[in-house]
């Protein structure tokens, strides 16, 4: 019996310090250092304005997508301009995932260009923390530097 305790207790340590090292990186990867973000703004809104969206534009076609308050979109979007600058396109999909300590993300949406056009895409990955559970739901993401597409 304490054989058995000792291993649960081993994989329960594993998998809380999995979570924390998780959630560090994750931490780190979405907070750039502010110098690298204003550069990256500043070298996006540098870029031709006829090739990229507006913040006005993307608030509108995420509010019109997600149906989700205006107010709230807005922010997202002023935090996003302000620290990334102007996007040359978007997609607007759908993503589901699910995980016991390991799981999966799915999602399928359409890229959408400045110029107008269309183009189906898809993604999946990994996801590890200390996590159980599903779910599924609308996404709306802005997508920068991309080469041209036509």
């Excluded at 979109?73 to 999909?93: C, Q, S, T, V, W």
């Excluded at 799981?103 to 107008?116: A, D, I, P, Q, W």
Aim: aromatic share 10%.
């Amino acid at each position: 019996m304490h054989l058995i305790n000792s291993h649960l207790f081993k994989s329960l340590v594993v998998g809380v310090s999995l979570a924390l090292i998780t959630g560090t990186l994750s931490g780190c990867a979405n907070n750039p250092p502010a110098s690298n973000a204003t550069a990256g703004a500043q070298t996006n809104t540098a870029a031709n304005d006829s090739n990229s969206y507006n913040e006005y534009e993307t608030t509108n076609e995420a509010v019109n997508f997600l149906g989700g308050s205006a107010e709230t979109i807005a922010k997202l979007m002023d935090k996003a301009f302000a620290d990334y600058g102007r996007p040359n396109a978007y997609i607007e999909g759908e993503e589901a995932g699910g995980a016991i300590v390991l799981g999966v993300r799915y999602g399928k949406g359409e890229l959408v260009t400045k110029s107008g056009q269309r183009t189906l895409v898809y993604w999946q990955g990994p996801s590890v923390g200390w996590d159980f559970g599903g779910d599924a739901g609308k996404v709306f993401i802005l997508v920068y530097n991309l080469p041209q597409t036509d």
